[in-house]
């Protein structure tokens, strides 16, 4: 919670508590927390109250006539009406009922605090849009409507100013971060009002930021999101591995995304739904995965281009594109494989917690780090042959990863502002599974694509139970 949420809390506590006082402790304890309720709780209403403080405001106004004055009669000499107690007793306890629900609200569902940055460098961050004019948009009739994607990339920046604002977690502006906040909330059926915390937050990362200094090239990271994600799902692993010297650039899927908002103005809501059949829904995984892979190729054209100079776009010459991983997150993470086997300028490929969609996979070069959630948890029965089967055809050694105590949104943002429910994030606690990614990721791309010497089964073999899959099958 805020400061100020924390003053308007202790304020109602202390008003439920003038009640039960001595009398020479109620009527300064009654008129001093009466007072802080009056002037911030207003205060709180007027820079924008979250709804977790509707109740606290609810319980404080109650309270707040009857125990000032209670007191003020007192002072004016009138005989002190007080209710009685067993009338009292359940009124407080309601009261007190309503202010608790705000804490515990706030502490569920927070406003997402990103984890300190262990790298060198500072972080910035800028969002572009690029069409290919050589690719129809198949979710839409429009014969003439072009295959469009928002990326958003952060790269190591020079260290800012005091005065520089941190970059909105959700979008370039408050009123795209809200678009954004209710998309999502609407996707897995949650009032929209419930994340009302997302737009709140601030990363660590500065938008528009000069690049670091030097003349070091940065390799860099393509990322697509989950079914339904976004591209800033997974902020805190993107910054960690900018802070560390790797450029990453993550995409906003339209039609597939939950919300992407467009350059000028337009907001593209998903199209993508559950069927229930569960052979349609493959089909259509399928097909969502081979959008997704060409996107993922399309940009790293389009960094490619902008790396030579032939476009304009964040982080110029500074990128080597000439290493460079494709990851991902469940549907993205499936995507990402599938792009590499068909794009051969992909060096690495890191699959979060992703199910394989490609119906006949063949051989491919790159080495894949596959991160999965705990396998004591009930996941489907296919999901470990058929994965551990695509990462056999690999050309290089590659590595499964198991990470005890993870679920499928371990791997994300989400244990930052979802519940602590083990079912939804797992049971690692607030920083640990955006750590624990990071790290993961960070060893594999530094063997991978910076050729750095290092035992990467042995620090792989820290974070969770590992499996190996050298060329040819073996383990």
């Not at 997150?329 to 890191?350: M, W, Y």
């Amino acid at each position: 919670m805020s400061l100020l949420e924390s003053v308007v809390v202790m304020g109602a506590v202390a008003l439920v508590a003038a009640r039960w006082l001595p009398r020479r402790a109620r009527r300064p304890v009654a008129f001093g927390a009466g007072a802080v309720v009056a002037t911030s709780g207003p205060a709180l209403v007027w820079v924008s109250v979250r709804w977790q403080m509707v109740p606290v405001l609810a319980g404080a106004t109650l309270l707040l006539p009857f125990a000032v004055m209670a007191e003020l009669r007192a002072r004016g000499g009138r005989p002190q009406r007080r209710t009685r107690w067993w009338v009292a007793l359940p009124a407080s306890l309601v009261c007190l009922c309503l202010i608790a629900v705000g804490p515990v609200a706030a502490w569920a569902l927070p406003v997402p605090a990103f984890p300190a940055l262990s790298g060198r460098f500072a972080v910035g961050t800028s969002v572009v849009q690029w069409t290919d004019t050589g690719r129809p948009e198949g979710a839409t009739p429009d014969k003439d409507d072009r295959r469009t994607v928002v990326v958003q990339v952060w790269y190591p920046a020079r260290d800012p100013s005091a005065d520089e604002r941190r970059a909105a977690y959700l979008g370039r502006t408050g009123h795209e971060a809200g678009i954004v906040s209710e998309a999502l909330a609407d996707y897995v059926g949650m009032p929209g009002f419930m994340l009302d915390g997302l737009p709140r937050a601030r990363t660590h990362a500065v938008a528009g930021a000069p690049v670091a200094d030097g003349n070091e090239r940065f390799p860099v990271v393509l990322f697509s999101p989950g079914l339904g994600g976004v591209r800033t799902q997974n902020s805190a692993w993107a910054e960690e591995l900018a802070s560390h010297g790797y450029v990453v650039a993550a995409l906003d899927h339209p039609y597939d995304s939950a919300a992407v908002v467009l350059a000028d103005g337009r907001t593209v809501r998903t199209e993508v739904t559950a069927t229930g059949d569960a052979d349609r829904d493959e089909e259509k995984a399928v097909q969502w995965t081979e959008v997704r892979a060409a996107d993922l190729s399309f940009v790293h054209t389009q960094l490619d281009r902008v790396a030579r100079g032939e476009i304009p776009g964040p982080v110029g010459g500074r990128m080597d594109t000439g290493r460079v991983a494709a990851t991902g997150h469940s549907l993205g993470g499936a995507a990402a494989l599938q792009a590499a086997r068909q794009d051969a300028r992909f060096d690495a490929v890191i699959d979060l917690d992703g199910f394989p969609h490609d119906p006949a996979p063949t051989r491919f070069p790159q080495p894949v780090l596959a991160l999965t959630q705990d396998t004591g948890r009930d996941i489907d029965p296919d999901y470990l042959p058929r994965l551990t089967r695509v990462l056999g055809l690999s050309g290089s050694t590659s590595y499964r990863l198991a990470v005890p105590g993870s679920a499928h949104l371990t791997f994300t943002d989400a244990p930052l502002f979802l519940p602590p429910v083990e079912s939804i994030v797992g049971s690692r606690g607030r920083t640990d599974g955006p750590r624990i990614t990071a790290a993961a990721s960070l060893a594999f791309l530094d063997a991978t694509l910076r050729g750095r010497p290092g035992d990467l089964v042995t620090v792989l073999g820290t974070l969770g139970e590992l499996g190996v899959y050298v060329p040819r099958g073996g383990t």
